[in-house]
């Protein structure tokens, strides 16, 4: 994800059609949560914005796979780091 400028961090898309507080009721494309542990959104789907990282996702904790489809993502279920990885598919 890019952070501003040149500045690039790594995270999870765990919602998409983020919604907050947003002008017109609007969207944003993707709700991230960086590595770091910090919640940010991405304003639009574009490249130079967010991407699809060339890293192969982690496995679910549920079903152990690693394949994922644009309808069953492989999400950050929540921010724990302990027993368990903390991703799972959607659905």
């Known amino acids: 994800c890019s952070v501003g400028g040149k500045h690039k961090r790594h995270g999870t898309v765990i919602k998409t ?7 017109n009721g609007h ?3 993707y709700q ?4 770091e542990g910090r ?3 991405a304003p639009v789907d574009r490249d130079e914005c967010v991407k699809k990282s060339n890293v192969p996702p ?3 904790w549920i079903c152990f796979d ?3 489809s644009e309808t069953n993502l492989i999400v950050r279920e929540c921010a724990c780091r302990g027993g368990h990885n903390g991703f799972a598919h959607v659905d």
């Open 27 to 29: 969207a944003a494309p």
């Open 66 to 68: 690693n394949e994922q």
């Open 58 to 60: 982690p496995s679910c």
């Open 39 to 41: 919640y940010i959104y």
């Open 17 to 23: 059609n983020y919604r907050e507080d947003f002008e």
């Open 32 to 35: 991230i949560q960086l590595d």
